[in-house]
């Protein structure tokens, strides 16, 4: 697919190899070493650029990377993509997912904020599982659906719900930029929280919900124009943490109040560098979260 899109922009346009060379080392100095011949090579398929390469290249011919992946997705699945991590996603053993099953999406930011008296059992969940630092910073005499209505409506929140038969199977919160002015104050002084997509908290106990959370995130992340933005989470659950270490995320180590905590965080560079995000991310984009 790569090499026939590239063929054929370069004939449609009536560059010569030479020239589409060209123009790609005047776009980026990542393609100064390519010359005509390595260029053959790539639109006969004979070899291929790196991923981050591709999908570099892709960009400048303004080409929606995701279409590119959404097309090429069925030739491997995506429980293949994460057989690493595919035991440590599914931990749910009352959950029979080779039966029938209804999934439910919900999503609730400022517009629909009402909706979490509706949740309230979930939002006690999250926040009693979950012993996320933050949630405790803020909740000081707040009722749960307080707390979290102030964080989606204050701090432009996103929480989502993912249930299979009523059952909850993944969650993630998302806040704006707002509140890492709280962090910064609170947590460590020598991390860039300015230039943190923060996710306060996620989870999954089954594959089904990794898509409409983690992926629809860094989906969003990615159409960020800042080249310094890096996507953060907070995650004190180790099974949390070994799922995100496996998919690329970096971590540190802080410490309030005697208690220990990890900041994982990931690049836009590193995300289209892994074939795996390419695969969740084309779920994501050509599937029906969007």
């Not at 979930?122 to 926040?127: S, T």
């Not at 707390?147 to 204050?154: A, G, L, S, T």
């Not at 947590?187 to 992926?215: K, R, Y």
Request: with cysteine; proline share 1%; aromatic share 12%.
């Amino acid at each position: 697919m790569f090499s026939e899109i590239i063929r054929s922009f370069r004939i449609d346009n009536g560059l010569s190899q030479n020239m589409f060379v060209d123009m790609l080392q005047k776009s980026s100095q990542n393609f100064d070493n390519l010359d005509a011949v390595t260029l053959s090579r790539w639109e006969r398929g004979v070899t291929k650029p790196h991923l981050n390469r591709q999908n570099e290249l892709l960009g400048i011919l303004g080409i929606d990377i995701f279409s590119l992946w959404d097309k090429e997705k069925e030739t491997i699945s995506l429980e293949k993509s994460l057989k690493v991590i595919i035991n440590r996603i599914n931990c749910c053993g009352y959950l029979n997912t080779d039966a029938d099953h209804s999934m439910k999406v919900v999503t609730i930011n400022s517009s629909n904020s009402y909706l979490i008296s509706n949740y309230i059992d979930e939002v006690k969940l999250i926040f009693n599982f979950e012993m996320n630092l933050i949630f405790d910073l803020l909740k000081n005499e707040l009722t749960y659906q307080a707390m979290f209505e102030k964080m989606i409506n204050q701090y432009s929140g996103e929480l989502v719900l993912v249930f299979i038969n009523g059952h909850l199977i993944g969650h993630l919160f998302s806040v704006s930029s707002l509140i890492t002015n709280i962090a910064s104050k609170l947590l460590s002084t020598d991390f860039d929280w300015i230039n943190c997509h923060l996710i306060l908290s996620f989870n999954v106990t089954d594959i089904s919900a990794l898509i409409p959370t983690i992926g629809k995130e860094v989906y969003k992340y990615l159409q960020s124009l800042n080249p310094n933005r890096k996507l953060c989470i907070f995650v004190e659950n180790k099974r949390v943490f070994d799922i995100l270490f496996n998919l690329d995320f970096d971590y540190r180590t802080e410490n309030l109040k005697g208690k220990n905590y990890k900041i994982m965080t990931i690049d836009n560079e590193t995300l289209k560098s892994k074939r795996v995000w390419m695969e969740i991310l084309s779920n994501y984009k050509g599937g029906k979260y969007e």
